[in-house]
């Protein structure tokens, strides 16, 4: 079946500096690949999705290219603020079906 | 931005007993999900519901699983009866269409936490 790994945390950073989270994706089929953000507190939110390979998503100074030939989306922001701490999810979503599948997860502090 | 709301946030029962969790969706989604997460682990799918109906669902929505949405009113998960191994966080998502197409976008809720002794 289909699976997603992203870099184990936590990740502890200070403001200011970059950020890269790596999502690597397993599929049989021709995915659309996402990152959602969840927030101290609330539910998970969508950052941003990218249907297509080769595609680059972006949101609030975040960006994720879709890599087929390596199979990864990884996420990055050249610099975090404090406001930027949350869990980060990398996701994927197959062809001919609602349901989406979810890495394990990654969290992220910014240090002021 | 459109909220979905969950009741109750936290439930403890024991083992055996029923469970419903309630998801009041954004208002004009017509498409319903159920995700479940272990502590330290993944979000995994459960269950997705449209017109009346299960779409899909996967191994984890056992048979002592169902989902409903009587008149508009809340989505449901039901289980009966309850088992230790269904302690989690249980997130209910909607969408105004599915989430293939372009106003597919899942809004979740904030989680109910399900503690089965």
């Known amino acids: 079946g289909d699976s997603v790994t992203q870099t184990e945390g936590p990740v502890t950073l200070s403001e200011g500096t970059s950020l890269t989270v790596n999502c690597s994706y397993e599929?049989?089929?021709?995915?659309?690949l996402f990152w959602y953000v969840q927030y101290p507190g609330e539910g998970p939110q969508l950052l941003f999705k990218?249907?297509?390979?080769?595609e680059k998503g972006s949101s609030r100074g975040f960006e994720a290219t879709y890599n087929k030939e390596a199979t990864s989306f990884h996420l990055q922001k050249a610099s975090v603020q404090e406001s930027d701490s949350a869990v980060y999810y990398c996701?994927?979503?197959?062809?001919?079906?609602?349901?989406?599948?979810f890495g394990d997860g990654t969290v992220l502090t910014v240090k002021p | 931005g459109p909220k979905v709301l969950q009741i109750p946030s936290h439930q403890i029962i024991d083992m055996g007993q029923m469970v419903t969790l309630n998801c009041d969706p954004v208002?004009?989604?017509?498409?319903f999900y159920w995700y479940k997460q272990i502590l330290g682990q993944q979000m995994e799918f459960l269950v997705n519901?449209?017109?009346?109906?299960?779409?899909?669902k996967s191994k984890l929505f056992k048979d002592q699983f169902s989902v409903e949405r009587p008149d508009g009113s809340y989505f449901t998960l039901k289980i009966q009866p309850t088992a230790l191994e269904d302690s989690a966080v249980y997130f209910c998502?909607?969408?105004?269409?599915?989430?293939?197409?372009?106003?597919?976008?899942?809004?979740f809720g904030e989680g109910s936490k399900l503690t089965v002794l």
């Open positions: 998502a909607s969408s105004l269409e599915g989430t293939g197409g372009p106003t597919g976008q899942l809004y």
């Open positions: 599929t049989k089929q021709y995915p659309t």
């Open positions: 990218v249907p297509k390979a080769n």
């Open positions: 996701a994927l979503k197959g062809t001919n079906t609602g349901k989406l599948t």
């Open positions: 208002s004009n989604h017509l498409y």
């Open positions: 519901f449209y017109n009346g109906k299960v779409m899909e």
